[in-house]
């Protein structure tokens, strides 16, 4: 094969993304999209609706189109979503066929598991494509794993975003897992970021970062902090984050939660630039109950200066576990966070030295434009016709 056709200049990819928001892999897929465009490549993002990641692709020089689409959540695999499912499943194969066919994509990009139409309906158009993994949950069941993991053996290559990740693939569909390649995600970080407090004079400042969801653990965090008023520790604490829609109700006890505790807690809703609050915050908490494939809140705290407690569980720890100011706790469990807190607190002047030399090594870890050669390379692989964009 030619440089010339290795080249991925002037081709087309298709991006498909099941959500247009900005947490974790909403943001692996616009590092993904910069990537193709720095290649050269032409890029059309498929997403069944709008938000925030919307001009952020824009921005990056892709075009956006929403289209209906089948994405697969827990509610749609009840019995009461059935209805849903079969409206969305029929909806999305017209759709998804009349894109591919309008596009007439070099390659498609499926960015999670749960848009399982889209590579059968490639390999259907005898189109290259490839599904990016970023989901991973060991404690499920393994025949719905399967399943979920099934529809993906029609793309032409696997990319997982951690060692976690694809373990469990592997226990679950080992054929998928044979093909598989694991990029780590490629972290950003602001280029000077704000040294952390001298000294903790006032309460001390607790940032969660993600959705509030019972899965991801905010509670925890405001009973940790509970805790350690009690004991006569000053805390203030920042819940950075919007819940799912259908999880209002969640958002509500967790106000009354923290109502009821005495605690002072700043309920900041979405914030796509994270970095400010990062900066005022002294320690960020990520108390996830459930698996998680990889810990991109963590790895940006330790890029932030700032130390991070970590539910020691799958990918998470996988992400956190080799900083020195990252602690691991019990997942489930606001006294084992409460405790490390204190001792955060008790040893603060080393700890404040040591986020720089931390800082360093994630850096090189996870480089954005590491991440976005990675898989530009692995996405343009063997790419050889020019494109045809037809859509507009």
């Known amino acids: 094969m030619s440089t010339a056709e290795m080249s991925p200049e002037g081709k087309t990819i298709l991006v498909v993304h099941p959500g247009a928001e900005l947490f974790g892999s909403d ?3 616009l590092e993904s999209v910069i990537g193709f465009r720095e290649a050269g490549c032409a890029v059309v993002v498929a997403l069944p ?23 697969l959540r827990k509610a749609l695999l009840r019995p009461r979503g059935w209805p849903t499912l079969l409206r969305s499943s029929l909806t999305g194969l017209v759709s998804a066929w009349r894109l591919l066919g309008q596009v007439r994509p070099d390659a498609v990009y499926v960015s999670t598991i749960i848009i399982p ?3 059968l309906l490639a390999r259907a158009r005898k189109t290259r494509s490839i599904s990016h993994v970023h989901e991973a949950e060991a404690a499920g069941n393994r025949f719905v794993n399967a399943a ?6 029609a793309s032409t290559r696997t990319l997982v975003n951690s060692e976690f990740s694809l373990a469990t693939i592997r226990d679950a569909l080992v054929p998928l897992a044979r093909r598989a390649e694991v990029i780590y995600n490629g972290v950003t970080s602001p280029e000077d970021p704000q040294p952390p407090r001298a000294e903790l004079t006032g309460p001390l400042r607790i940032l969660y970062l993600g959705r509030l969801s019972p899965r991801k653990g905010p509670d925890l965090v405001l ?11 000053s805390v203030a604490v920042t819940l950075l984050g919007t819940a799912f829609e259908g999880y209002e109700w969640y958002e509500e006890q967790l106000r ?6 005495g605690v002072e807690v700043a309920f900041a809703g979405f914030h796509s630039d994270i970095w400010p609050f990062l900066a005022e915050a002294d320690v960020l908490v990520v108390p996830s109950r459930g698996d998680e494939s990889f810990g991109n809140t963590a790895v ?10 970590v539910s020691d569980y799958s990918g998470l720890r996988e992400a956190a576990s080799r900083y020195d100011t990252t602690r691991l706790v019990i997942p489930d469990d606001y006294a084992a966070i409460a405790a490390e807190l204190e001792s955060l607190s008790t040893m603060w002047p080393q700890v404040a030295r040591e986020v720089h030399s931390n800082r360093v090594v994630a850096l090189r870890r996870h480089a954005p434009e590491v991440y976005r050669r990675d898989v530009t390379a ?7 016709t020019a494109p045809m964009l037809a859509i507009g």
């Open 117 to 119: 139409q889209w590579p």
């Open 49 to 71: 609706s709008d938000g925030p990641l919307v001009p952020e692709l824009q921005r990056a020089g892709a075009r956006v189109t929403i289209v209906p689409m089948l994405v």
């Open 300 to 309: 940006e705290g330790v890029l932030s200066l700032r130390p991070v407690i």
């Open 378 to 384: 692995a996405v343009t692989e063997r790419l050889r």
């Open 27 to 29: 943001r692996m897929l």
């Open 256 to 261: 009354e939660q923290a109502a009821s505790s």
């Open 148 to 153: 979920l993991y099934l529809p993906h053996l």
């Open 223 to 233: 009973d940790a902090a509970s805790r350690l008023q009690d004991a006569g520790r």
